[in-house]
């Protein structure tokens, strides 16, 4: 296939041609000046970058533990949740957690205890989802089923409007009764 | 998990459990591609500073998007891919005259084996000193296909454009570096 | 004013004042540990802004362009992702303007939330 038609030699021949048979011994490039000189050059060409696939040149003995300095300090990829763009802002879920909290203490007769927020499967950088498990105690006879629902779209509402991501599952646990 | 084991590990293996965070078999990652990525960087932007900082890079985002990986086969094509595209964008903003840049980037002489420091070849310089002649993506076309051993989808992907496109620029390359070559013969 | 070489922690600097240009935007190191600093703090008058201690901004280098990793404790009513954005876009207007250094990225995350 002639690729190209930009290096064409006074035979006709281009020279990806000649390079395609340097090894077969053809009756054209053994008689023509032009194609013998281009495969002399492509042939020096070939056994310099032999030699390069061979040169051992090693990155500074220290590139490893540099990179791993980098790894160790970044913030774990549990630890953070994309938020949504071209992947290059994002927030701690250890900040989440605080906010989900703090709309949870806004209904009356509950207060938040423990926030889990994991990054659920699906989520993706342009359209980040989070799963939450939030563990609340609440004060006997204030609250009702109502205030659950409550809770939920609260917290739903904070996912969205104070932080930016999608809430996909919120697990509610009351891990704790109060005396009213 | 000892060094010794993770070192047995193959590459599929040390990927998944990179992104599960394992950060020991991550390492071994880092070890086992710095050398060829290395290299690749090198052949590309021509200085040696340049390319350390690109590696380092490449590897430490490589860690952060682990999570978005969808088969732990790709990674290699992906550091492949990324590094090229990495040294393309170094290439791209260099100004024109980055003679002094490179000066204050630049560490000290790269290593090679001892036995071997005296025989660079005044072929190989060369070559090298060709290389500096073509383009950025015609150089990254053919160091990736000759030095490198990647297939035209791969290098197509890593440049952004066609299959092709990369013939086309491989053979330019070719014909551009044969004919400095042209006085060893 | 644009300095043949600009230092890292010159480019820290503004980074860190152009970050808390946005409302309710403090830089801080990571919670996790992380150290954000490659060079420690140097005090660098620009343009006279008073030197900012660069804890909680790591520099890298693309080329001559400047990678940029920022970290911030926001407090107010601002969602989370606007205040990312618009810390962006501060560090990509001003890091420019103030050094003449080319920005290729900037990453921020957000630490905590304070009220």
């Known amino acids: 296939m002639a690729v190209t038609s930009d290096y064409v030699l006074p035979c006709g021949r281009d020279v990806e041609e000649v390079w395609e048979a340097i090894d077969l011994s053809d009756e054209h490039t053994r008689s023509c000046p032009h194609c013998g000189a281009v495969r002399e050059s492509l042939l020096v060409l070939r056994e310099a970058t032999a030699e390069m696939v061979r040169e051992e040149v090693e990155p500074p003995f220290d590139l490893v533990s540099r990179v791993m300095s980098a790894v160790r300090a970044d913030v774990r990829r ?18 989440v957690a605080a906010v989900l909290r703090y709309a949870a203490d806004g209904v009356d007769g509950v207060r938040a205890r423990g926030c889990r927020v994991v990054e659920a499967p699906e989520s993706t950088g342009m359209d980040p989802v989070i799963e939450v498990e939030l ?19 609260r917290v739903l509402a ?14 509610l646990v009351v891990s704790d009764v109060l005396e009213g | 998990m000892s060094v010794a084991e993770a070192a047995a590990l193959d590459d599929a293996t040390l990927v998944a459990r990179s992104r599960d965070g394992d950060v020991r078999a991550y390492e071994q990652l880092v070890r086992r591609y710095q050398g060829p990525m290395y290299r690749l960087a090198l052949r590309i ?28 086969a790709a990674f290699i094509g992906w550091l492949y891919r990324t590094t090229t595209n990495q040294c393309l964008n ?47 993506e015609q150089r990254a076309c053919w160091v990736l296909r000759e ?9 197509a992907e890593a440049i952004g454009t066609t299959q092709q496109s990369v013939r086309g620029r491989l053979a330019r390359a070719r014909a551009q570096l044969a004919e400095v070559m042209a006085p060893w013969r | 004013m644009i300095e043949t070489v600009v230092s890292a922690p010159a480019v820290a600097a503004v980074a860190v004042h ?15 540990g992380l150290v954000g600093s490659v060079v420690r703090a140097a005090r660098q008058q620009i343009k006279g802004l008073q030197p900012a201690p660069v ?57 905590d939330v304070a009220w």
């Open chain 1, 78 to 95: 549990s630890d953070v949740v994309p938020l949504p763009g071209d992947g290059l802002a994002r927030i701690s879920t250890r900040a």
């Open chain 1, 135 to 153: 563990s609340i105690a609440i004060t006997a006879g204030q609250v009702t089923h109502q205030a659950y629902d409550e809770v939920r779209r």
């Open chain 1, 158 to 171: 904070a996912a969205s409007a104070r932080i930016g991501v999608r809430l996909a599952r919120l697990d």
């Open chain 2, 45 to 72: 932007v021509g200085s040696t500073g340049d390319a350390e900082d690109a590696v380092q890079d490449v590897f430490l985002t490589a860690w952060r998007r682990l999570g978005q990986l969808n088969d732990d």
């Open chain 2, 90 to 136: 170094v290439l791209r903003k260099r100004k024109p005259h980055a003679d002094t840049e490179l000066d204050e980037h630049e560490s000290p002489a790269p290593r090679t084996r001892p036995d071997r420091a005296v025989e660079v070849s005044a072929q190989l310089d060369a070559l090298q000193a060709a290389l500096r002649g073509l383009t950025p």
């Open chain 2, 147 to 155: 030095v490198h051993g990647r297939s035209y989808d791969e290098i």
């Open chain 3, 18 to 32: 152009a970050a808390e240009q946005v409302a309710g935007v403090r830089v801080q190191p990571g919670v996790a």
């Open chain 3, 55 to 111: 804890e909680g901004v790591r520099v890298r280098w693309s080329g001559t362009a400047a990678v940029l990793e920022v970290d911030v404790v926001i407090s107010g009513q601002d969602q989370a992702a606007a205040v990312a954005r618009a810390v962006q876009r501060s560090v990509r207007a001003l890091v420019p303007e103030l050094t003449g250094v080319a920005v290729e990225s900037v990453l921020v995350t957000i630490v």
